[in-house]
C-alpha cells in the first residue's frame, strides 16, 4: 500500500520560512517524480513544484520561484520544500504527490500524479 505522508507545516509570519517533508512508503520512491500542490479556499488546486524522479529536474510555478526550494533524498524516501519569504497569500493546504515518468510538459498536470498526500496547513499571517 502506497502511502505519502507530510509534515511541517503550521503557522508563520510574512517574510518568514517553513520547511515541509513528505515521506513515501509502499513502493520504490527513486523510480517516481514528484511534485507539490497547494489548495486554499474557494481556489483552484495549484501547482508549486515539481522534481523528477533523480532530483535533477526541477519546475516552479512563478508564484514561488525565488523563494521556495524543492529536493529529495532518495535513500530516505523523502522530499523536502523549503519555503521562504513567506507571504499570506502562500496560505494553503500543501500536497505532495507522486508520479511515474512524468512528462516535462506535463509536470503541472495533477492528472499525472497517482498518489498524494493527506496535506499539511501552512498559514501565513501578514
Known amino acids: 500500500q502506497v502511502q505519502l505522508v507530510e509534515s511541517g507545516g503550521g503557522l508563520a509570519q510574512a517574510g518568514g520560512s517553513l520547511r515541509l517533508s513528505c515521506t513515501a512508503s509502499?513502493?520504490?520512491?527513486?523510480?517516481?517524480?514528484m511534485a507539490w500542490f497547494r489548495q486554499s479556499p474557494g481556489k483552484e488546486n495549484e501547482f508549486v513544484v515539481g522534481?523528477?524522479?533523480?532530483?535533477?529536474?526541477?519546475a516552479y510555478s512563478n508564484a514561488v520561484k525565488g523563494r521556495f526550494t524543492i529536493s529529495r533524498d532518495n535513500a530516505k524516501n523523502t522530499v523536502i520544500l523549503q519555503l521562504n519569504s513567506l507571504k499570506p497569500e502562500d496560505t494553503a493546504v500543501y500536497y505532495c504527490?507522486?508520479?511515474?515518468?512524468?512528462?516535462?510538459?506535463?509536470?503541472?498536470?495533477?492528472?499525472?500524479?497517482?498518489?498524494w498526500g493527506q496535506g499539511t496547513q501552512v498559514t501565513v499571517s501578514s
Open positions: 509502499g513502493l520504490t520512491f527513486s523510480n517516481y517524480d
Open positions: 522534481i523528477s524522479w533523480s532530483g535533477g529536474t526541477n
Open positions: 504527490a507522486l508520479g511515474y515518468k512524468v512528462s516535462g510538459s506535463l509536470i503541472s498536470q495533477r492528472l499525472q500524479y497517482a498518489y
